[in-house]
């Protein structure tokens, strides 16, 4: 009995002891893993100016790298040139690319998907840094306002992009996701009200001097610019007028008088500039556009273009560049000369140039009945252009010549001639005599068809898709 | 020369003086009047047990086959050995006694089946366990394992993804219970877990493999491997518990065996070729094609860009593209040798592989491999303590074109340009072409070392009760690196190397496992009890480093990445995953006819916040031999089975539940990148799999057919996905736990029998057949969430919602589709209201063994009936630029006319073109994709080299996906369209057994 019971002793403390081996780590701390290395929380990113910092700039690489204002082909730069009367495609067949130059967008196109998706994914940036900022408790007001006032900037461009290619659209201010999955449609009108309570906002904010120094993020200046290009695709003329004149009376920003120097890095022209990604890269415009043997790898300027600029235009001389092999002859835009490493970067993309707010200010000023003023400003970049002043003899001939001159001027620059054509509601007129798949419904990109089936609330679809 | 021979000789002829030392030894033992030699059908037999009838006398054969005891000559002798028949022999007068033992394949009390933690015969077994052997794998020319179980195991689904050396497979075991989590089954080589997710890179494998998806199971040589066993229900895979919901796959490999010291050696080449083509246009038919669609379109005057018929390019030329990208012969070659022995206490096995293999595309790109696999094991003098140590060493070469060729040799016209100049320089036609061939510029290779090493120690505390740890290790090493020339790009970009790319991709990682467990048994006559106790801690640890380098002062520079003038660090990161778990199982058994068994687990994953970590899993598994308790005499077996339990699913990314910002490669003037890394949700958790089983399973005329039935039942909930999201969210998708039930169900049947088994002549078949069925059964507020477009409860989760084609209007020779919402147009939201089903409704194999004196014949059938996307699938419209198959031909060309296909469109209507958008998201693009494949066929023979010491020599001819028999038009049935389909490859392999 008692050796039973010694026995059973020595047995259950020997399977105690094994259960004591097994059961050493039997905590939830054990399941602790490391964090995750190249990660930051996201409270730890806004207590810390130079992280705070870092998650604004990277607004400007995802622009300057990824949607809208990219120089990669995907850009508005060459999708709406190509959409309009600017390039005509030469790439692979079938491309995506390919149904901007067709007109045969149709909802489940990738490219338009990409740049919806793409651009809510920047708006989601702006946004949480906004509420980081707003919940940091280290940093200081001042640099919690200037970070801000960027935030705020870009939210407002990139939705003023958004307007003009899908027409209503969500204007997003949260980063919670069960509000944003369930967005509606805003009338334009409501959209651009956003637009500009951002960009005024942001304007309030914002320093007058470059953080940097250099033009390559925005200040009070660059706000002003934006607000000025915004007041007049909405019809307010003064209020446009007056954004263009802070910048037109600034020393700060002078048109270069030699056009070769317009797009380097050093430009006075320049507003708001996006710096390449590494040393000596330099614009992704140029190695988008630019080719050394023909036919053209994948796009080139329209003809009509080169056709309807004089010779003398030493834009036309200087900012275009032909190619001819044979009996063919093609031309790309060579504003950015560079399409290689320089060892030391040449040219920064020009998101906002001070000739545009001349242009602006002549517009808004033709509209407000100012022809003489409006004169004034287009001949200033005329002359520049080596041109004659204009022989516009009224108001609707001086109207032309404005939008002839924003043509000649901003080709293959970030879409401005499609935007002109739809703002000003000529796009049918210019467009359908030669454009073969042209329909008057173009004048929207559909909402990408995987949004509205992850979100009815989107609905209806944009007129003719 | 001479001397390198005869140094040759020694090692074996030293081998053969020690055996016949040890023989003359173990002989001298005792003074037996009766003595011999056991022998089985390849040589002797050590181990066998020889008892003289109704005493308790007896002895054990040695490693030689030889015994000796004493008995008188009215003594009946009795031979027995585990998995042979028992013999009972009369001494008689003789005093030499030979026997020659008879395998006894077929009882299934002898076959022990590998159940994880523990071991079971198929006899008692209460779950549903699948397997197969050696013999079986050996049989067939593949390198991946994978590819060795396609087709032969009931339930299990297995897809080659490409036919690229070292391309990935998917496995599904009993369906896709997972609408988004992982669905890839756990896979254990000898008890620890190997980690089947790829260490590869997108960006740094380029296009050739789909989706960077490189098998890591091409580290395991099939030939090493013993058995493959595959747990499919709740009784076997509860034990793994979060991890078994999607199966378990065991590999346990070779062990050393007591016996003499064995050698082989074996040498095979081999060729391999795609199985088929997609039938397509000639340039007659290219060329009539195009102008139809431009005469179609109202145009005259042919575009600048169609270089194909606007007199750019010859319009007599014409290149069979498939032919010519993936038509090559590609060849394999293996040399395999191992070395294995042991005495009682101490066994060894050595053995390893080499491989090289070419690919099917042009260019000189191959695949090398070398797998050396080593295990020890030895046990004390007392019995008491055994220590077992496997390890296994693979080193992988791959170097591969950076693009698949696959799917441009569909698309590109057939009289486009040739390929190289009369310079033998690349062609690029003056820019009028992409070069497809400018894409093997580029180089892709991989290199990848890969360490499993796994311990096993075990003490005997009391004579009941076992202590045991088991512990692994395992490491890989990827380094993969994708070398981008500026000779890729048409050279009217004007480009030089300063852009040239090179992409360096390394990826390491590290698994720490141990286990350790107490067991305790308690035999009796009436009652067994077997009760296992354990605990899991795994440690695992993955990082990825990517390096972009460009501005290379030289092409030939590229595989220098310190001649790069820029250095980018694309990818930086580390993951770290902890687990945690206490698992037990208790099993019951009355009078070896009635059996229970219980198993539970509960785990703890990182992969969930606090809170949410833990999980309990368990399962009770019944098994009852009913033949036991009748006595027919034509059910020689007869069991029914059944099983109920839960397991967890928790293969989703680690820190999710994090809210973090991550650093990008998106500098900005000298700040780095930064980006939200996700939209944030702590509160998910993990993921159920309720599993049903009931089976049963006969064995008729003394166990030579035998036959077994499952319905299987499981309901996966609390679904882990991630949860599609709009754009305007900002991201796509938020991992987050989903109301919805899966229901995976089906029956699965397997067949055996030894249909002839004379000693020359022996024949077994077996057949296999699944019915699996999928079913969303539960997905509250699916109108409102955004799958409503995705998925429609009571129809599978693999459905795809399509326009329905209703024909081609005779009038305007455009397709017409359904219009369910009656609103007079096609819209994407409304109107795809036809459902299609892709995953297979059957599958089934057929493998039938013959074998003849000294040949032996392996037969496999592989059957799969199914739907899949035809070869329209993914086209652009006919008349477009692209080369299409020759089906397009019965197109609409009159009005009135009634035909299969539209009217061509060079791409300028904009109806048609929009007509057929909609038409390649239709019905129109799906076809039967069931097929019937010869997926192997061996013969081999055995030619008895020296009688006296066993040595032969085998010739084996083996070949894989030899025929396939389909109706399907659109290249190889079991793949998705535009990568390299599973190749046909034959083997002639010669192996010498010393």
């Not at chain 2, 074996?266 to 088929?276: E, F, L, M, Q, Y």
Request: with cysteine.
């Amino acid at each position: 009995m008692m050796t039973d019971i010694r026995k059973h002793l020595k047995l259950s403390t020997t399977v105690g002891l094994l259960g004591l081996l097994i059961v050493p780590f039997g905590c939830e701390d054990y399941l602790e893993a490391e964090d995750p290395v190249g990660q930051l929380s996201t409270e730890a990113v806004y207590e810390n100016e130079n992280t705070a910092t870092a998650a604004i700039t990277s607004l400007y690489a995802i622009l300057r790298d990824e949607v809208i204002l990219t120089g990669n082909p995907t850009g508005i730069g060459g999708i709406m040139g190509l959409y309009s009367d600017e390039l005509d495609y030469y790439g692979q067949p079938g491309e995506s690319l390919e149904n901007f130059y067709r007109h045969q967008t149709i909802a489940s196109n990738p490219t338009i998907s990409d740049t919806w998706n793409g651009a809510y994914n920047l708006i989601f940036m702006c946004n949480a840094a906004i509420e980081g900022l707003e919940g940091s408790q280290s940093l200081t007001n001042e640099v919690k306002e200037k970070l801000k006032g960027e935030a705020l900037f870009i939210r407002g461009m990139i939705h003023f992009y958004l307007v003009n290619i899908f027409g209503d659209i969500p204007y997003i201010k949260t980063t919670d996701y069960l509000i944003n999955s369930e967005a509606e449609r805003m009338p334009s009108e409501i959209v651009y009200e956003n637009i500009i309570e951002d960009l005024e906002n942001s304007k309030n904010l914002l320093a007058p001097s470059y953080p940097t120094g250099k033009r390559i993020r925005a200040n009070k200046w660059v706000g002003a610019a934006l607000l000025a290009k915004v007041y007049l695709y909405n019809r307010q003329w003064e209020k446009a007028e007056h954004e263009s004149n802070l910048l037109l009376n600034n020393s700060e920003f002078v048109l270069e008088e030699d056009i070769q120097n317009e797009f380097l890095k050093e430009s006075t022209s320049a507003i708001l500039q996006l710096k390449p990604k590494n040393n000596g890269d330099n614009t992704l415009e140029g190695s988008t556009f630019i080719f050394s043997s023909g036919p053209p790898p994948l796009m080139a300027l329209n003809i009509s273009l080169i056709e309807d600029m004089e010779d003398s235009d030493l834009r036309k001389q200087n900012w275009i560049k032909s190619l001819t092999e044979g009996s063919d002859t093609w031309f790309f835009p060579f504003k950015y000369k560079q399409n290689l490493n320089t060892g030391t970067s040449v040219e920064y993309s020009i998101v906002l140039r001070i000739s545009e707010q001349y242009l602006i200010r002549a517009e808004a000023r033709l509209m407000q009945g100012n022809n003489l003023g409006a004169e004034n400003d287009l001949n200033i970049i005329r002359q520049r252009a080596g041109l004659e002043n204009t022989n516009a003899q009224n108001s609707q001939e001086l109207f032309d010549a404005i939008i002839m001159e924003r043509r000649f001027e901003f080709f293959s620059e970030y879409g401005n001639r499609w935007f002109d054509l739809r703002r000003l509601g000529i796009a049918e007129e210019i467009l359908s005599p030669i454009k073969i798949g042209w329909k008057s419904t173009d004048i929207l990109f559909p909402i990408p068809e995987s949004e509205l089936l992850l979100n009815p609330k989107l609905e209806p679809q944009n007129p003719g898709y | 020369m001479k001397n390198n021979y005869r140094r040759f000789y020694v090692l074996p002829l030293s081998f053969a003086l020690l055996w016949a030392l040890s023989t003359t030894l173990t002989s001298q033992n005792g003074s037996p009047p009766i003595s011999g030699i056991v022998t089985d059908a390849s040589g002797s037999l050590g181990g066998v047990n020889i008892l003289v009838k109704n005493t308790s006398r007896g002895t054990q054969s040695d490693m030689d086959g030889h015994y000796a005891i004493t008995a008188k000559s009215s003594d009946t002798l009795v031979f027995s050995y585990l998995g042979y028949k028992m013999q009972e022999i009369p001494v008689g007068i003789k005093s030499i006694l030979n026997v020659l033992m008879q395998p006894d394949a077929t009882a299934l009390d002898q076959v022990v089946i590998n159940a994880g933690y523990y071991k079971v015969s198929d006899r008692e077994k209460t779950g549903s366990i699948s397997r197969i052997n050696a013999t079986e794998i050996e049989s067939q020319p593949v390198s991946n394992p994978l590819a060795a179980l396609q087709g032969r195991i009931s339930g299990v689904d297995i897809t080659q993804l490409s036919g690229v050396p070292g391309g990935g497979f998917t496995v599904r075991i009993r369906g896709q219970n997972s609408i988004f989590a992982g669905n890839e089954p756990l896979f254990i080589i000898d008890g620890v877990p190997y980690d089947s997710q790829s260490l590869g890179s997108k960006r740094a494998s380029g296009l050739i493999i789909p989706g960077g998806t490189i098998s890591p199971l091409n580290a395991i040589n099939p030939d090493s491997i013993e058995s493959i066993e595959v747990l499919k229900d709740a009784d076997a895979t509860a034990i793994y518990g979060s991890r078994g919901a999607n199966g378990v796959v065991l590999i346990t490999t070779k062990r050393g065996k007591k016996g003499k010291t064995k050698f082989s050696i074996g040498n095979s080449t081999g060729v391999a070729t795609i199985t088929r083509k997609i039938e397509l246009l000639n340039t007659n038919q290219y060329i009539e094609m195009r102008r139809e669609a431009f005469a179609n379109d109202g145009i005259s005057e042919y575009p600048e860009t169609a270089y194909d018929i606007n007199g750019t390019w010859d319009m007599n030329r014409y290149t069979d593209w498939q032919h010519e990208f993936i038509g090559g012969t590609a060849t394999t070659k293996e040399v395999n040798a191992s070395v294995s022995g042991g005495n009682e206490k101490t066994q060894f096995l050595l053995s390893g592989l080499y491989q090289n293999e070419t690919t099917v595309y042009p260019g000189d790109f191959n695949y090398d491999r070398i797998v050396l696999n080593t295990n020890l094991q030895h046990t004390s003098t007392n019995q008491k303590f055994q220590i077992s140590f496997s390890s296994g060493y693979t080193l992988e070469n791959n170097l591969l074109p950076g693009t698949d060729l696959s799917a441009i040799a569909l698309i590109l016209a057939p009289n486009a340009p040739a390929l190289f100049d009369e310079n033998g320089e690349l062609n690029w036609e003056n820019s009028t072409w992409i070069n497809p061939l400018a894409s093997l510029e580029g180089k892709y290779t991989n290199d990848s070392k890969n360490l499993l090493g796994n311990t096993v120690l075990k003490y005997q505390l009391f004579k009941n009760l076992n202590i045991r740890l088991q512990a692994g290790y395992t490491s890989k090493n990827l380094e993969s690196n994708n070398k981008i020339p500026h000779t890729i790009y048409d050279p009217a970009y004007g480009l030089d190397s300063s852009v040239s790319q090179s992409y360096l991709h390394t990826g390491t990682y590290q698994s720490f496992i141990a286990e350790p467990q107490i067991n305790w048994t308690k035999q009796g006559e009436i009652h067994n009890w077997d009760l296992l106790l354990g605990a899991t801690y795994q440690n695992q640890k993955t990082e990825n480093l990517t390096i972009l380098g460009y501005g290379f002062a030289n092409n030939s520079f590229l595989g220098n990445l310190s001649a790069a003038s820029n250095l980018i660090i694309l990818n930086e990161s580390t993951f770290e995953y902890k687990y945690q778990s206490f698992f037990a199982r208790i099993n019951y058994s009355f009078k070896k006819k009635l059996f229970l068994n219980f198993t539970g687990r509960r785990d703890g994953s990182s992969r969930f916040s606090t809170g949410n970590k833990y999980g309990n899993f368990g399962a009770v598994g019944l098994a009852w031999i009913f033949s036991e308790e009748v006595d027919w005499s034509w059910l020689s077996f007869g069991k029914l089975r059944g099983s109920y339990g839960i397991t967890g699913n928790d293969q989703i990314k680690d820190y999710q539940y994090l809210q973090n910002y991550v650093i990008t490669n998106q500098p900005y003037d000298g700040n780095i990148g930064l980006e939200p890394a996700r939209l944030y949700n702590s509160n998910y958790k993990w993921e159920e799999n309720i599993k049903k089983e009931l089976a049963f399973e006969l064995g008729f005329l003394n166990g030579n057919l035998e036959f077994s039935a499952a319905y299987y039942n499981n309901r996966s909930s609390n679904q882990l996905v991630d949860y599609a999201l709009p754009g305007t969210t900002g991201f796509p998708s938020i991992q987050a736990n989903l109301n919805a039930i899966v229901e995976n169900s089906g029956l699965e049947f397997e067949l055996f029998g030894n249909l002839i088994h004379k000693e020359k002549f022996k024949w077994t078949t077996s057949l296999n057949l699944s019915l699996p069925k999928n079913k969303l059964v539960a997905f509250p507020g699916l109108e409102k969430s955004t799958y409503a477009n995705q998925f429609v409860i009571g129809e599978p989760l693999s459905i795809v919602k399509l326009y329905n084609l209703i024909g081609v209007n005779p009038d305007t020779g455009l397709y017409q589709f359904k219009d369910y919402n009656g609103d007079g147009t096609i819209t994407a939201t409304e109107d795809r209201g036809y459902i299609a089903d892709l995953t297979p409704k059957i599958l089934g194999g057929f493998l039938n063994s013959i074998n003849y004196n000294n040949w032996s014949l392996d037969i496999f059938l592989q059957y799969v009936k199914k739907q899949g996307f035809n070869e329209f699938y993914g086209n652009e419209p006919p008349g477009t630029m692209f080369n299409q198959p020759v089906g397009v031909l019965d197109r609409w060309q009159f009005t009135g006319d009634r035909s299969q296909l539209q009217k061509f469109t060079s791409g300028f209507n904009d109806e048609a073109y929009l007509a057929y958008s909609n038409f390649a998201q239709s019905n129109g693009t799906l076809s039967d994709a069931s097929f019937v494949r010869l997926k192997s066929l061996s013969i081999s023979h055995t030619i008895p080299l020296v009688k006296e010491n066993n040595t032969s020599c085998r010739i084996s001819l083996m070949g894989q996906n030899l025929m396939t028999f389909t109706k399907f038009k659109g290249g190889d049935p079991e793949q998705i369209k535009g990568f390299l389909p599973p190749l046909r490859r034959i083997q002639l392999q010669i192996k010498f057994y010393l």
